[in-house]
């Protein structure tokens, strides 16, 4: 049953990813994979709502293993930021690949601690 929560979460976050990802990229015209960096940053957000809301009682392992693991899992990519790190170093577009590491650390972290406040703050 836990595998089929994972699942279905990953069917509507891997779409997500993919929608969002592109809609975003699309509106800005620069190499900076602004499409991942929205898609991370988010789910990082909800992760950390997601888990803020666990700690305090208000959702159960169920809706953690549908929205957090299968969800977020399928929604945020590290496989992806990493890849177009790494494209934007070997096109010498180095300042844009530091802004990606140090820019999604920031903001990733920034919005897992605002999710967790932000349970806290509801449900705590």
């Known amino acids: 049953m836990n595998w089929l929560l ?3 979460g990953a069917m509507v ?6 929608l969002t990802d592109r809609a975003v990229q699309a509106k ?3 190499v900076f994979p602004w499409g ?3 898609v991370n940053v988010s789910g990082c957000a909800v992760l950390g709502l997601i888990g803020g809301a666990a700690a305090e009682g208000a959702v159960s392992a169920h ?13 945020t990519t590290y496989s992806t930021f990493s890849y177009e790190t ?16 140090v820019g999604s650390l920031t903001a990733g972290l920034g919005a897992a601690f605002t999710g967790t406040a932000l349970a806290q703050a509801l449900w705590g």
């Open 86 to 101: 790494l494209r934007l170093t070997e096109n010498r577009a180095r300042f844009y690949a530091v802004a990606n590491v």
């Open 13 to 18: 976050g891997a779409p997500a990813r993919y």
């Open 28 to 30: 800005h015209d620069t």
């Open 36 to 38: 991942t960096f929205a």
């Open 63 to 75: 809706v953690q293993l549908l929205l957090g693991t299968g969800f977020c899992g399928a929604l």
């Open 6 to 8: 994972v699942v279905v």
